[in-house]
């Protein structure tokens, strides 16, 4: 079976979900001698953090990814005229008639909270891939329903729901065997993982709750703080109470997921969320919001809650504080990671490409 893989995602992003739900699909298909594997990718050393863990020399390149001006343009692919699937990385398809297109949906960030010109040019993109995909993964039921609210004519298209599975990288470490860095004076800490610009991840609600529990709080990820993000901070949590890195190795986000007292995820809209299967399989009780795709991942295993309420986050982060109940919070999570592998995504997909081949004569 002949794969073409569209590597446009590490054109567009230095780091994030779809790179690395996109650098665990290619760096499998390594070892299956039944895929004859093209792919179109930069051949200029990218800055994609995932790209530069992948070693492509062995896989033959049909072309480079557009970057960012060509992102909303489709190949022809008269080059490799016959049977073949073709999977891009972020909602482009192949033009040649006789491939076998599939797209994988991640959510609909952009059609629930922008408007004008970012919405248009993004959800008139989304549109045309899945229109012309001959199957569609979707990464959860909730970014599938979603997919029908926002596009109901593709309701007859083969669609799969394949979630995304949680890397080795993190674990449980032994207390001896800790980094030796405190944070906080020794001090029980809250964290904070990901993006906080947009409004739905409810980054202000997580300071808030800092300030009213009275536990300081790390701040993971993201770009450095703004001048506005400071002043906010500021205003609630006193210096010695917070801090904030950016650009952490996986090394040093297990090594604070294993040393806080939970993960605070306030976000309203996630596609999938995987920080909180991070935080999970490093023994870290997580406290989000029970809505969107958050309750198929975390289920009875973290504390959801239904409203988004500081002060309601603050009375859980202290409830935490007991031993027994954080480690039963523990201890569920251990056993939910369990049913997220990335193995099992790679396996669904493979699936999903020998269903296709087989199913459609092209």
């Known amino acids: 079976m002949k794969l073409i893989l569209d590597n446009i995602i590490f054109s567009l992003q230095d780091a994030g979900g779809i790179s690395n739900y996109w650098h665990q699909i290619i760096k499998r298909i390594t070892n299956h001698a039944e895929f004859k594997t093209y792919l179109f990718d930069d051949s200029i050393k990218s800055t994609n953090v995932f790209r530069k863990e992948l070693n492509l020399s062995n896989f033959e390149r049909l072309g480079k990814s557009p970057g960012l ?10 080059q490799l005229n016959e049977k073949a699937i073709f999977h891009s990385s972020y909602y482009r398809y192949s033009k040649n008639p006789k491939h076998i297109n599939i797209s994988t949906v991640h959510d609909f960030t952009y059609e629930h909270f922008f408007s004008g010109i970012q919405l248009y040019a993004h959800t008139n ?7 012309q995909s001959d199957g569609i993964i979707c990464v959860s ?7 029908l609210h926002f ?10 729901v394949i979630p995304h599975g949680v890397g080795k990288q993190f674990y449980e470490i032994e207390k001896s065997d800790l980094k030796s860095e405190k944070y906080f004076d020794g001090r029980p800490f809250i964290l904070y993982v990901g993006d906080r610009k947009a409004v739905y ?7 808030k709750a800092s300030k009213i529990s009275g536990l300081p709080l790390a701040i ?3 770009n450095s703080l703004s001048e506005r993000e400071q002043t ?11 801090i904030h890195f950016s650009g952490v190795s996986n090394e040093t986000l297990n090594d604070f997921y294993n040393k806080a007292l939970c993960l605070v995820y306030p976000s ?16 870290c009780p997580v406290i989000a919001i029970n809505s969107s795709s958050i309750p198929e991942v975390v289920g009875e295993s973290g504390i959801l809650l239904e409203e988004e309420s500081p002060t309601l986050i603050a009375e859980e982060i202290k409830k935490l504080l007991i031993t027994e109940y954080r480690d039963n919070f523990v201890k569920k999570g251990r056993e939910n990671v369990k049913r997220f592998t990335w193995r099992n995504t790679f396996e669904r997909t493979l699936e999903f490409y020998n269903q296709l081949h087989s199913q459609i004569n092209k």
Do not use: C, W
């Not at 039921?141 to 997919?147: A, F, I, L």
């Not at 906010?232 to 917070?242: A, G, Y």
């Open 69 to 78: 001006v060509g992102r909303y343009t489709n190949p022809k692919m008269s």
């Open 125 to 131: 993109q989304k549109r045309k891939a899945l229109i």
């Open 141 to 147: 039921e909730n970014t599938k329903r979603d997919m």
């Open 151 to 160: 596009f109901p004519e593709l309701s007859k298209k083969e669609i799969t």
């Open 201 to 207: 991840k409810n980054f202000n609600l997580t300071v």
């Open 220 to 222: 993971i990820g993201g």
């Open 232 to 242: 906010f901070i500021n205003i609630h949590l006193k210096k010695e109470n917070f």
């Open 268 to 283: 309203s809209y996630e596609g999938f969320g995987l920080p909180l299967l991070e935080a999970q399989s490093a023994g």
